[in-house]
């Protein structure tokens, strides 16, 4: 919100020092963002000049005049200028040489077209006070030649400008920013709403108007100027105000309303009314319907839209942008002017829908005061039959379907309870009072009315926040409390710290993601319609439109960013993140239990909201593209396989503390992978998670690289680790025994190299598969797996009958559980 000093000054004596009005701005919460003093983006002489003679230059392609102008010294100037909307004997603003305008554009004496141009006569864009660039900018009679002009075109002036919290809606205006500075600073405060005399509603409307939605729309205020002139302009003042809060000019009737806006926060919208057609109605829109909007789009309406519509269709999108068939034009000559009270809810919702974030709607979603459409409809048809002459009809048209207002108790002590400070009772009461508040007390506690200007004004709490903040935050002892003394991480904490170290160490980056997916996400997976993935838990609010739920895996997301990375040409990309799922619990329906700040919830209350609190276990996820071991002149590299997200997932569980002997990992077919390269990961023999390579229309679908890989485990399923205790190191040598089986191609090796640590038995202190060969001398179907057996004794070296024995025990348990052979 961009806003001049001069125009606060109406109705609070504003200070104009920077270095006192941003920190009485910042004391009442508001930030200042950045104060511009306009007399500082003009450096060097700027002066009024009348012009004594124009002698028209001929022979160029665009006309140019060569003016003498009197600017207050012995002889007047030879300037050189290209506009010709002045005359003899008008006052314009001069930029003698030594002037710099903003651009940083230094104004020299120069020869051009033949004539010496010492100056330069100024625009209103050139001067940064306007959009205008047509025309020179002529002034009123009155200034003298060789008069400073900055006060003349307001370069005198100071503008602020604000960034208000969405909490602070009242803000978006003139009124509420100079009430602030009042609360601030301690001066009087003269309320603009205060000047205007709204007209009362007649039994005869301004238009007949009819409001369907009295949720949508609870008040509904018009009125009807007849007569305008058409073509007449904005007076310089407005046009000036109205640049400096950063909004174009464009028509009187267009600048009435936005000015209006500006000053008292009412946005307001102005129709031609001899453009509507029959009876006009407030409604929800209805399906199929279209409206081509002011900035010239057509939109797709929604039945959660709220519009205005006539007997030719829908005319404007309420609260947010009024349609081309009514719009004023330079032939209007009827306004009807509205000004109305609509929900932020459903103006909030339309206005993300159609991605069309007006200065009405920005204003209205934040909550607008519902007293003022009489007001600002009365200021704003004082301003056109003035400005733009025409007659306001007596006929007054006001549905009025507000609720009264709500009453909210606060006990007197807890503003001093929260805050630390001692709040008297009288000091409470002042307090709210100044705020706006009707204050009314009941025993130990106070009855409080807020202001129509205040909607973020509900709790407790919030009149807590407001007697603070007037109080003064800088009163608010700035102790910090002294923390109890805690037990440290959880064993969950440091398993999942440990977990992330380990994925770290071995080569992949951490990625933190929004824990959204959407339809698409889930579709792209190619998970079955019945997977329990599926079933998501939908935000009320979501804020994308596109992800509107809960993740039930962590793969959507990380998909997600290593599609973005690849997309931004990393080629080799292993990313990893540890994260929470959400579950909805089976069976439950309803709506959760509504718990205000007031006081504590009930353990009834709190038993069950908890049942509707979704499960959220605790997964690792990875994903793998590109070459794990990049190529080079030490040979070809290696790209990204299955293999490396089986291996990653047991990075992840001996990190988690669980032995190898634990971990089994079997072929398996679940959706997102490849049904001939996913292994089920099993801890104890229960299934934890999957990994392997995803599935080619996967890959295609999420435009992944192919042969793109995952793994996911759940970790909260994986049984916490023991105190381990410190293994015992035998001094004695170790008898080390290579043993060749040979077994059907579809054994796993996981299967071979389990049953031979069954059987060898405790002698047995490492066993690590080293080959693997399939080929004639094996037989068709058949593979050989060569595996390095490791015997040690803790008290003894072992003789080679006891290692050889503890060998063919380990073949004979592995012939038994999966046929295999001595390879000859």
Avoid at 175 to 199: M, Q, W
């Amino acid at each position: 919100m961009r806003v001049p000093v001069s125009w606060l000054r109406e109705f609070v004596a504003a200070p104009t020092d920077p270095a006192t009005l941003e920190p009485a701005l910042v004391r009442v919460g508001l930030e200042v963002e950045e104060i511009t003093d306009l007399a500082s983006t003009v450096t060097g002489p700027l002066v009024v000049g009348r012009v004594v003679r124009i002698t028209e230059l001929t022979g160029f392609k665009k006309p140019i005049r060569h003016c003498l102008v009197e600017v207050g010294e012995a002889e007047p100037r030879s300037i050189v200028c290209g506009a010709t909307n002045f005359a003899e004997g008008d006052l314009v603003v001069v930029a003698l040489p030594g002037a710099v305008l903003p651009g940083g554009f230094a104004i020299a004496s120069r020869k051009t077209y033949g004539q010496l141009s010492d100056g330069m006569i100024c625009s209103g864009r050139e001067l940064g006070i306007s959009e205008d660039h047509a025309g020179i900018l002529v002034l009123p009679a009155g200034p003298r030649p060789g008069e400073d002009a900055r006060p003349r075109v307001g370069l005198d002036d100071v503008v602020v400008e604000l960034n208000i919290t969405p909490d602070r809606g009242y803000c978006f205006s003139v009124r509420g920013i100079a009430r602030e500075l009042a609360h601030s600073l301690g001066l009087p405060f003269t309320d603009p709403a205060s000047r205007y005399a709204p007209a009362v509603a007649t039994e005869r409307p301004a238009y007949p108007l009819r409001v369907e939605d009295t949720v949508g729309c609870d008040r509904y205020y018009g009125r009807l100027v007849r007569g305008t002139d058409p073509l007449a302009p904005s007076p310089e003042w407005m046009r000036r105000r109205l640049t400096q809060a950063g909004v174009r000019a464009i028509s009187l009737a267009v600048d009435i309303t936005n000015y209006v806006m500006l000053e008292l926060g009412q946005p307001m919208h102005a129709f031609d009314a001899g453009a509507l057609r029959g009876e006009v109605v407030v409604r929800r829109a209805r399906p199929g319907e279209r409206l081509t909007t002011l900035d010239g789009q057509e939109r797709a309406l929604d039945p959660g839209d709220l519009v205005i519509a006539d007997d030719s269709g829908v005319i404007s999108l309420a609260a947010i942008m009024g349609g081309r068939t009514t719009e004023v034009s330079d032939a209007t000559t009827d306004v009807l002017f509205e000004a109305a009270h609509w929900d932020p809810a459903t103006v909030a919702r339309a206005a993300r829908r159609h991605r069309l974030p007006s200065e009405a709607s920005k204003r209205f979603e934040r909550g607008v005061d519902p007293v003022l459409p009489p007001i600002a409809a009365a200021r704003a048809v004082a301003l056109l039959v003035e400005y733009g002459g025409g007659e306001a009809t007596p006929e007054v048209l006001d549905i009025d379907h507000r609720r009264p207002a709500a009453t909210i108790t606060l006990e007197e002590s807890l503003p001093a309870r929260r805050a630390g400070v001692p709040y008297p009772p009288e000091r409470v009461v002042a307090l709210l009072a100044e705020v706006g508040c009707a204050v009314a007390p009941a025993g130990d506690r106070l009855e409080v009315t807020p202001p129509t200007w205040r909607p973020d004004l509900t709790d407790p709490a919030d009149l807590v926040e407001e007697v603070v903040r007037l109080d003064g935050y800088d009163r608010v002892p700035s102790l910090l409390p002294l923390a109890p003394a805690g037990r440290g991480l959880t064993r969950q904490q440091r398993r999942r710290r440990t977990v992330g170290r380990a994925l770290a160490e071995a080569g992949y980056t951490e990625a933190l993601n929004y824990p959204f997916v959407g339809p698409a996400d889930l579709a792209a997976l190619g998970l079955p319609a019945d997977d329990p993935r599926r079933a998501v838990l939908r935000l009320v609010n979501p804020i994308s439109e596109q992800e509107p739920a809960l993740r039930t895996s962590l793969l959507p997301p990380l998909l997600a960013t290593l599609r973005r990375n690849v997309g931004r040409g990393q080629r080799e990309v292993a990313l990893f993140e540890l994260g929470a799922v959400f579950r909805p619990r089976p069976g439950v329906t309803g709506v959760p239990p509504r718990m205000g700040v007031e006081e504590r919830p009930t353990p009834a209350q709190l038993a069950t909201a908890e049942g509707f609190v979704p499960e959220q276990p605790w997964h690792a996820a990875v994903v793998l593209a590109g070459d794990v071991e990049p190529a080079g002149w030490w040979g070809g590299g290696r790209p990204a396989g299955w293999a490396d997200a089986v291996e990653a997932a047991r990075t992840v569980l001996a990190a988690a503390g669980i032995a190898a002997g634990r971990v089994e990992v079997a072929a398996a077919e679940y959706a997102p992978w490849h049904p001939g390269r996913c292994a089920e990961i099993r801890v104890d023999g229960r299934a934890v998670g999957h990994a392997g390579e995803l599935h080619p229309a996967v890959c295609a679908s999420a435009e992944l690289p192919r042969r793109t890989c995952a793994m996911e485990l759940d970790l909260d399923a994986v049984p916490l680790a023991e105190v381990v205790a410190a293994p015992a190191i035998s001094a004695f040598p170790p008898a080390l025994i290579d043993v060749a089986l040979v077994v059907g191609a579809e054994v796993p090796a996981a299967s071979v190299q389990r049953a031979l640590a069954s059987g060898a038995g405790d002698l047995l202190e490492a066993v690590r598969l080293f080959d693997v060969y399939a080929g004639a001398q094996v037989g068709e179907g058949r593979k050989s797996l060569a595996y390095k057996l490791t015997f040690r004794a803790p008290d003894r070296t072992l003789t080679v009958e006891e290692a050889v024995a503890a060998r063919d025990a380990a073949v004979a348990e592995a012939a038994r559980a999966v046929g295999a052979c001595l390879r000859g």
